[in-house]
């Protein structure tokens, strides 16, 4: 065992070094352009994404939390609405519908995609639901005919929670934040494609509502100084975009080199007699660590999962975890409190337990898979973990 390895959670230093040079002349033309909002860069980072999200339309905005608030505006989502959320994701997700005095409904999900589970959507539904918004937790795409086909009987908008999933195709190969009625990204600095900063995307497919996410992007005012609707100041930086033009030609081949090691993982894992395969749901003694499970990858299509988070379940989580940050091993826990429980939220939430999440938040734990890791590093991270467990 070598003691000198150290494994941060994440070290974007090795991104930055690889392309120094691109992007700090890209940041320099805008800074000689002077040119900083809503600009060239943008328009080009829009017709890019257009192509590659295989969308018709591409909005840069503020930050994924922007996208997902925006998307909600223009919905005309308000007080008297209820939304239908995941209650195991990030906080922005159900944050957003009660900023604009709408209700959240929080749902549970499956307990191996980690994503909303479309068949205890229907019971939640009532005269007041708006949306629904299901989230593509940490780089896999929640079951998305499922959801559209709920959303379809019921007459309710779709708001894909992309953030963590730029480049995931659901299993018949639409990209994730293509399918439903708007799509919402984010480019915070330790998503796949991450930005010097905050920054965000909306998409969809229909004209009319791009133009009313257009508009509302600056404050609503169509011309310029008329405003028939609110919106606000939810732009993207020419900056950000610079950076973002640079960075999406590789996010593919990071994409990959994540998902590598999330492979390297699980041989590891079962070499260790940690686990026996993924996706399985309880603890024995050849099962310590429960794998995520990458569902769609049977259908042949490549890029189902990028691993934003490569986040695995195990018993007495809180130990591993300070036992591997003695090891110089940096782990997280997304998310450690489901969005139900959160004392902000508790006049929303119906009393109703959402078991499968609040056993999650005592289990899962995201390991290390930024895309340069070195396998002597993933090596690392599994024997810790089986030296955690050997002598236990
Ligand atoms: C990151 C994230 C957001 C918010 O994005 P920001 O750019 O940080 O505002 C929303 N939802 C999910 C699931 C996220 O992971």
């Known amino acids: 065992m070598d003691s000198q390895i150290s494994v941060p959670l994440l070290d ?25 909002i809503l600009g060239p860069e943008v328009d080009a980072l829009e017709r890019a994404m257009c192509g590659y999200l295989e969308v018709n339309h591409a909005l840069g905005v503020s930050s994924g939390t922007d996208a997902l608030l925006l998307a909600l505006m223009a919905l005309g989502i308000g007080p008297g609405d209820s939304v239908i959320v995941p209650t195991f994701s990030f906080f922005a997700t159900a944050g957003v519908v009660s900023r604009l005095g709408a209700r959240p409904i929080f749902v549970d999900v499956d307990p191996v995609t980690f994503n909303l589970d479309p068949s205890q959507i229907a019971t939640r539904i009532d005269a007041t639901t708006r949306a629904i918004v299901p989230v593509h937790l940490f780089g896999q795409s929640a079951d998305m005919d499922a959801i559209m086909a709920v959303a379809d009987e019921h007459g309710l908008a779709v708001i894909e929670d992309a953030a963590q999933a730029i480049g995931t195709r659901y299993r018949d190969g639409r990209r994730a934040g293509s399918i439903g009625t708007i799509g919402c990204f984010s480019f915070f600095p330790s998503k796949n494609l991450g930005a010097f900063g905050d920054g965000g995307l909306v998409t969809t497919n229909d004209p009319e509502l791009y133009q009313r996410l257009r508009i509302m992007r600056v404050h609503g005012g169509e011309p310029k100084y008329y405003h028939a609707v609110v919106g606000g100041n939810f732009r993207l930086d020419e900056l950000q975009a610079a950076v973002l033009n640079v960075k999406l030609p590789h996010l593919d081949g990071w994409s990959a080199a994540r998902r590598r090691n999330a492979e390297r993982y699980c041989e590891l894992f079962r070499e260790h007699g940690l686990a026996e395969g993924e996706g399985r749901q309880e603890f024995d003694a050849a099962n310590r660590v429960l794998l995520p499970a990458s569902v769609y990858r049977a259908g042949g299509v490549d890029d189902v999962h990028i691993y934003n988070q490569f986040t695995v379940r195990v018993a007495d989580r809180d130990g591993l975890r300070a036992f591997l940050s003695e090891r110089r091993v940096g782990t997280e826990v997304y998310y450690p409190v489901p969005l139900h429980m959160q004392e902000c939220f508790r006049s929303d939430a119906d009393g109703l337990p959402l078991p499968v999440s609040e056993r999650l938040g005592r289990e899962v734990l995201a390991l290390p898979i930024y895309p340069e890791l070195a396998d002597e590093q993933l090596a690392h991270v599994v024997g810790s973990i089986a030296d955690y467990y050997s002598h236990r």
């Not at 974007?12 to 900083?36: P, T």
């Open 12 to 36: 974007l230093k090795a991104q930055y070094a690889a392309l120094k040079h691109e992007l700090d002349g890209a940041m320099l033309r805008v800074a000689e352009s002077q040119r900083f």
